[in-house]
């Protein structure tokens, strides 16, 4: 069984390449939907943070207040250093977990990833690819998706890495330029993918 690993920035396409995977029976695993999910439901995450973080970052219930940790990282990038420090370890952990039911259920992986390269998720695949389009094109596609200003979409966009990154770290390229029907898209994500999981 393969696990395929799928980055990009937002607004590039990866939504339609993630539905061409699951229609060829890949289990598609959102890294940041696991994220989340440890963040309200592990008490051995929410204990490593406080450890770092201190009390603080909790809400009158013993939660973990999200908007309190975030002003506490956002400010400080050594802050935010520590944060993926402690949650990627957590992460990378139920990532090989879910990896694994899929494969024992005969099943190939995929990893949607944002941070796929920096996290260490990348080096556990058989394959990495990326979905790219240029930064007009996504802020474009982010205004209308989230209906945001164009400021704020440029921003969001500005924020996450060059195109030149993915493209040195990621063997395989889908590119999603607008020049392509999204039908088209597809069809060129369901070609890659097929190629990559005959190999």
Same mark, same amino acid.
């Given at each position: 069984?393969k696990r395929i690993g799928i980055t990009g920035p937002?607004?590039?396409?990866?939504?339609?390449?993630?539905? +061409?995977? /699951?229609?060829?029976?890949?289990?598609?695993?959102? +890294?940041?939907?696991?994220?989340?999910?440890?963040?309200?439901?592990? +008490?051995?995450? =929410?204990?490593?943070?406080?450890?770092?973080?201190?009390?603080?970052?909790?809400?009158?219930?013993?939660?973990?207040? =999200?908007?309190?940790? !975030?002003?506490?990282?956002?400010?400080?990038?050594?802050?935010?250093?520590?944060?993926?420090?402690?949650?990627?370890?957590?992460?990378?952990?139920?990532?090989?977990?879910?990896?694994?039911? +899929?494969?024992?259920?005969?099943?190939?992986?995929?990893?949607?990833?944002?941070?796929?390269?920096?996290?260490?998720?990348?080096e556990k695949c058989h394959a990495v690819a990326a979905?790219?389009?240029?930064?007009?094109?996504?802020?474009?596609?982010?205004?209308?998706?989230? !209906?945001?200003?164009?400021?704020?979409?440029?921003?969001?966009?500005?924020?996450?890495?060059?195109?030149?990154?993915?493209?040195?770290?990621?063997?395989?390229?889908?590119?999603?330029?607008?020049?392509?029907?999204?039908? /088209?898209? =597809?069809?060129?994500?369901?070609?890659?993918?097929?190629?990559?999981?005959? /190999?």
């Amino acid at each position: 069984m393969k696990r395929i690993g799928i980055t990009g920035p937002t607004g590039a396409g990866k939504t339609t390449a993630l539905g +061409a995977l /699951e229609e060829l029976g890949v289990t598609v695993i959102d +890294a940041d939907q696991v994220y989340h999910r440890l963040l309200a439901e592990s +008490a051995p995450l =929410r204990a490593a943070l406080v450890e770092r973080f201190g009390a603080d970052i909790l809400d009158s219930a013993g939660q973990l207040d =999200r908007k309190r940790l !975030g002003a506490v990282v956002f400010a400080d990038p050594q802050a935010l250093e520590d944060l993926n420090a402690v949650t990627h370890r957590f992460i990378l952990t139920e990532l090989d977990r879910l990896c694994g039911q +899929a494969e024992a259920e005969g099943r190939h992986a995929a990893i949607d990833a944002v941070a796929l390269i920096e996290s260490g998720v990348a080096e556990k695949c058989h394959a990495v690819a990326a979905v790219l389009a240029p930064r007009d094109v996504r802020i474009r596609r982010i205004m209308d998706r989230e !209906g945001i200003s164009y400021d704020y979409a440029r921003s969001r966009a500005e924020a996450q890495k060059s195109e030149a990154f993915y493209r040195s770290h990621c063997p395989y390229v889908l590119d999603n330029d607008g020049s392509k029907t999204p039908a /088209e898209f =597809r069809e060129e994500a369901l070609a890659l993918f097929r190629r990559i999981l005959e /190999e």
